[in-house]
């Protein structure tokens, strides 16, 4: 039986009560233990890689990206976007059983550019990114956030949130409990090309965004937060990082009083000489998912293959597109290094 560590928020499903019964006396535990209000998680005995997500739905070949679920795990949205990553479609899958059903256009979804799916974790507000227009029939040259309240008959129409608008991108817009929006924003007064930003709720509009700063926001470029329901823990992508080692890598920082960590970059394999963006949980907390354009493509082969297996190994997942991995969250090491997570 593993040893319980209030150093380390993962610990063995079975061991649940126990860790449970401890966290109500070491309130101030390591900060995933308190992301999602999860269960605790299990510490891997052995070196796990990433692997990819529902080969044939959502892993296909074609270019897809960027997982998110409702709270009860039941639907599923992701991306399936041209192959220069220049129009995004939204999809959905609802489980039966224990499988997926089919993936269809979403919706909301189908006529613009749309990306970047979050719901809340009481399920009552959905938030994305579009080029829609806000008026007139033009799509807009840049992303604004959306955002669409749940009702008895599904989801309302999509609105505009008009006091986050900007004349740059908007990316990946992630809620905590408490109401504030954390999102990636090419908009003037940051650091870089594109800084990561928050909003706080108001009860009926956000407030003006403000820039995380140092040390999360750099001259290049941070993108795509996703942030813990307690607002302790914040996954994202970076670019041009000291420990980064492609074009875009995944990284965590956690809140220590009114300062950001230092930003490490996930290990376990997550990080590749690609793309490696798009960061989210599943909703118990036990997968983390993220995109990767990363190749399976080999430098050289035994023999000459044909135009048929060409074919095929182009039209597979691994291809050099966009596809989405999941690994279990336990692998990752996700230990706050502030003194109270200690």
Known sequence: M????????????????????LMRSLPALGCLAVVLSMPALAVAAEPVAPKRFAPGLVSTGFDDAHV???????????????????????????????????AE?????????????????????????????VEGAAPRPDTEIW???RTASGWGPPRHV??????????????????????????????????????????????????LGEPINTPDQEIE????PDGRMLIFAGKGRRDGRGDYDLFVTFRCGARWSEPRALRAGVNSSSWDF????????????????????????????????????????????RDVYEIPASALDLRSPCPEGR
Not at 2 to 21: F, H, Q, S, T, Y
Not at 169 to 176: C, K, Q, V
Not at 183 to 201: I, M, N, T, V
Request: one cysteine or more; proline letters at 10%; hydrophobic letters at 35%.
């Open 68 to 102: 998110s679920f409702s709270p009860d795990g039941q639907t599923l949205y992701f991306l399936r976007n041209s192959p220069d990553f220049a129009h995004w479609t939204v999809l959905v899958s609802r489980r039966a059983a224990k499988t997926w059903g089919p």
């Open 2 to 21: 593993l040893a319980l560590d209030p150093k380390n928020v993962m610990a063995r499903g079975e061991d649940l009560p126990k860790i449970r019964r």
């Open 225 to 228: 937060p996703w942030i813990s």
């Open 162 to 211: 008009a006091e986050l608008s900007s004349p740059g991108d908007e990316w990946f817009p992630t809620m905590t409990d408490d109401g504030t929006l954390f999102f990636g924003s090419e908009r003037p007064g940051g650091k870089g090309k594109c800084d990561l930003w928050q909003a706080r709720w108001q009860g009926d509009h956000f407030a003006p965004p403000e820039n």
């Open 147 to 149: 955002t669409m309240d």
């Open 278 to 321: 798009g960061p989210r949980f599943s909703p118990d907390g036990r997968t983390f998912f993220f995109t990767s354009n990363r190749s399976d493509w080999p430098a050289s082969r035994p023999r000459p293959i044909s135009a048929r297996e060409l074919e095929a190994a182009l039209g597979s997942p691994g291809n050099g597109l």
């Open 105 to 133: 256009v979403a919706p909301f979804s189908g006529r613009w550019n749309d990306g970047d799916v979050t719901i809340t974790r009481d399920g009552q507000r959905l938030f994305f990114i579009s080029n829609r227009p």
